[in-house]
């Protein structure tokens, strides 16, 4: 069971985890933030968050900030906001953070994320759960929250729980409004049903997304491929109204010029969360006999732009 | 039919219109250039062509540049290499050039171009052609000429001509070899069985013609996309060999980093030859109830990144 006054570990502090670790930091708990990049500056300069839900700076001394997860205190609770395409290095970053009875839930992208992480340290302590917002990190220890905000998370199987119900009070009492989901797969579905059109199209053709749905052709692309990803996970018996990607195209449009975490990681030459978030989807569609032309178009659309160098294919 | 000293005209002398107008200079033809954005340039400084095929300069003294047709001689050979993004122009840049005799030849990419032509000046005036050639302006009046260079002509209907044989014999005593087609049709299709592909993904990737063909991903989609422009002209009876994709991917491997012109109209912000090298084959497919979901996408694809601004679009 999480404590009152939890000792909080978040593995991979970049946009998302910065800015949720800011928050609780910001809010009173004990937050440890895994940030190697950010670290060194961070402990000289603090953080600055430009949010939508009000500006706020954290002074040097207030953010236990780390370069080596082996250094960090064992965490009551473990959030985990890695790129999935750090997933391989899961058993070294948050391994030295884990205890007995430690809870912990993965943020990440996609699909997969809390399978690796059982494996790892045992199914039944890992949640799962989406960030529903929009979030740059703009320079080391600085975030840029311009849109949305919401968190949702759940078990891997079954309701909502009594652990699930803490962390999203942790969350809610400290200005981020957090959901426990009745079924994270469906959540997670629902999720990717806008990621795979967004962060496939932004990263394929280097677009914000308010570029992506200014014209018949964008909404075009993201109707077609939002209607294969409701598709491919139909044989799971995960069912969507008819009207939600117009819905979900709706929402996009407060976004304004926002540019996708993938078309961010392109354009930063980055490695891009291919397979969390299309490649998987695909598999499934593949594996229950459902035709997804384009998921497996923008599938390999992201492949390709993906190729860092000459170098790095083989 | 042709004199043997033919006054001849290029109409949009960009990349292509302008190498093979200089190299028929260099040969002493009677040239004239439509060119009115380096016009002025040329004007004073000439025109400086780097090519596999040999260096040359053209003095300025040495070619007849204009930046208004009316004020251009009639010819006896009319050469169109605007880009199919002017067809809207083309009566009022072309009319003034004709006489009761002109033969006029698009060199331009993609289908429809000399059906436009034909009902605009009569269909029996007018010849097709395509160029085989990676050629690129560098500066006003500077041209690269990289890779390959041969030009394929033919009469839109009916096999070779005297007119042919003679244009022909023009472009290849001036060191441009010049093929006479037995079926224009065919070699359109032919050459869009490599357009359609490394042009959209191109300019919908931002990326080289190298950067296509290192990986497994790009080559799927490449063979894909070929596969789908191959199929949708069998209709019409026009059939292409099995080894025709790798054939044209194996051509594609002596380029090195090249653009396609698609993509050099994406970074430099101008409109994009989507509906002759895309639009109409997805448009035949369509009309003759053929499946081509890849064409169907990249046409999307590249319309998206073609919104120049949010206030161009609709």
């Not at 965490?75 to 750090?86: E, H, N, P, R, S």
């Not at 939002?226 to 018996?237: H, K």
């Not at 926002?258 to 598999?283: F, H, N």
Request: aromatic share 4%.
């Amino acid at each position: 069971m999480i404590p009152d006054d939890p000792i909080i570990a978040v593995i991979g502090a970049g946009a998302v985890g910065g800015y949720y670790g800011a928050r609780l930091i910001e809010h009173g708990h004990r937050v440890h933030l895994f940030t190697p990049s950010d670290c060194g500056h961070i402990r000289k300069a603090g953080m600055r968050v430009r949010s939508r839900d009000g500006d706020f700076v954290l002074e040097p001394g207030r953010v236990n900030v780390h370069d080596d997860p082996r250094e960090m205190p064992k965490a009551d609770l473990v959030i985990v906001t890695l790129k999935t395409t750090a997933n391989h290095r899961l058993k070294e970053l948050v391994e030295p953070v884990v205890k007995a009875d430690s809870v912990i839930l993965t943020l990440q992208n996609g699909l997969g994320n809390e399978e690796i992480l059982g494996q790892l340290f045992g199914a039944e302590r890992v949640l799962g759960g989406m960030a529903f917002v929009c979030i740059n990190r703009t320079g080391p220890g600085e975030i840029s929250h311009t849109d949305h905000g919401l968190i949702r998370i759940g078990e891997v199987r079954g309701g909502p729980s009594a652990r699930a119900g803490k962390i999203a009070e942790l969350f809610s009492s400290s200005k981020v409004p957090c959901e426990v989901l009745d079924d994270l797969t469906f959540g997670r579905w629902d999720k990717l049903i806008w990621n795979v059109p967004f962060n496939g199209l932004g990263a394929a053709l280097n677009l914000t997304t308010d570029r992506i749905i200014e014209s018949e052709a964008g909404l075009s692309l993201v109707r077609g491929i939002m209607g294969e990803v409701i598709a491919a996970c139909r044989p799971l018996n995960i069912r969507f109204d008819l009207g939600v990607p117009e819905e979900k195209i709706r929402h996009t449009q407060t976004m304004g010029a926002y540019k996708t975490s993938m078309q961010v990681d392109r354009q930063m030459g980055r490695a891009l969360e291919i397979e969390a978030i299309i490649g998987k989807p695909l598999a499934v569609a593949r594996v229950n006999g459902v035709v997804t032309p384009l998921l497996k178009m923008l599938y390999d659309l992201v492949r390709l732009v993906d190729v860092p160098s000459k170098t790095a294919s083989v």
